[in-house]
């Protein structure tokens, strides 16, 4: 008979999509026993959802989210622990009390320039709005933008949202930001272009409800992982999902994020705007979208009495929730310090979009967490056996 060694213990910090997919597993195929701490009074990181006392309309408390998935693992992953309705996502802007569609597509450009273009017309039209400005080296994201869809179309819904998203013109934003402008010369006006999209049937909270719900478990709340790191054994496996510069104590500097502000108000018609999401594209209008959550969930029979809006403004995060990762060398040169610092804590894997300091989508971040676990923790585990 072989003597067995002890695994390691596992601690994962966060209860979001990161730390859950990997809880979940480490419980579920390794039967290990794994704790996971979490510094919020809530599971389910920013894809957290709940009811609104006053209307009954669940919400998703850190911004709309919608799955979306082209990868097969991911959405077969998922669909063990939730089902998902039709919802299909789309965006409408506001520009001078008009509404379009985003992001920009036929629809957009006909009904702004008043036309009639047909696909094949597009291209000749626009090159000539383009050409007007006649800018052939872009040096900051407004003559990027202009030299990409031309000035009219820029100035209508782009210039305002981006004044809102980043606090400042964008002639003082770098064209680097500014990769492409998402453009479509047809009528589709479907936000993603992915195989699989919908909102969860019994919303998010509940997925990570049923994601934890194994005794092997151990799930904290309202615990910081830096009031308890002290007492953590050297040996144990620490899954990281929190911020990789909070962790080295910010020796190197704080990495800046965006934050957002959500208002909520409860108004007396059953439906308010008639879609989920609605952009204010103007720079006067001082928040940048409103939600209204009823719409998520077609299906549903929420009450027709009041609906729930909530207003969305854009900040620059003074330390209260980062939201958006600043992609700017500044930020890439830190993060760079910070990632060979990872290299002396090899028990530590630092993951999801905090650990990273990287925009991840949820699919991404559930493949990212599928990934670590088979690639690196379930070998550790079956090395032991
Ligand atoms: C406004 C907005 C809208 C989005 N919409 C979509 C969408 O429509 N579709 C989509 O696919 N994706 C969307 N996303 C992305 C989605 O939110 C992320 O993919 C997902 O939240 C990443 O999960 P995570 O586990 O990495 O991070 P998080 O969800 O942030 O979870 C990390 C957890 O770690 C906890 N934590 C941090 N530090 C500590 C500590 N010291 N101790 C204990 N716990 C700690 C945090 O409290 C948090 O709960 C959106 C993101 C934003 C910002």
Known sequence: MTMKTAYPSFLVVGAGFFGSTIAERLATTCNVKVSVVERRNHIGGNCYSEYDSDTGIEYHAYGTHIFHTSNTKVWEYISQFTDFNSYFHQV??????????????LETINSFYNLNLKPFEVDDYLSSEIAKDNITNPTNFEEKAISLIGRPLYEAFIKGYTIKQWQKHPQDLPASILKRLPFRKNYNESYFHDKWQGVPEQGYTAIFEKMLENPKIHLLLNT??????????????IIYSGPIDRFFDYKFGKLEWRTLKFEKEAINVEDYQGTSVMNYAEANIPFTRIHEPRHLHPERDYTKDKTLIIREYSEMDDGTEPYYPINDSKNQALLMKYHHETKKYPNVFFSGRLGEY????????????LELFETKLRPLIENKR
């Open 92 to 105: 409408l802007t506001t520009y001078k009390d008009k509404v379009y569609q985003m992001p920009i597509n």
């Open 224 to 237: 910081d992982f830096f009031d308890i790191r002290d007492k953590i054994a050297e040996e144990s496996i």
């Open 358 to 369: 990287k925009y991840l989508d949820m699919h991404q971040t559930i493949a990212n967490a």
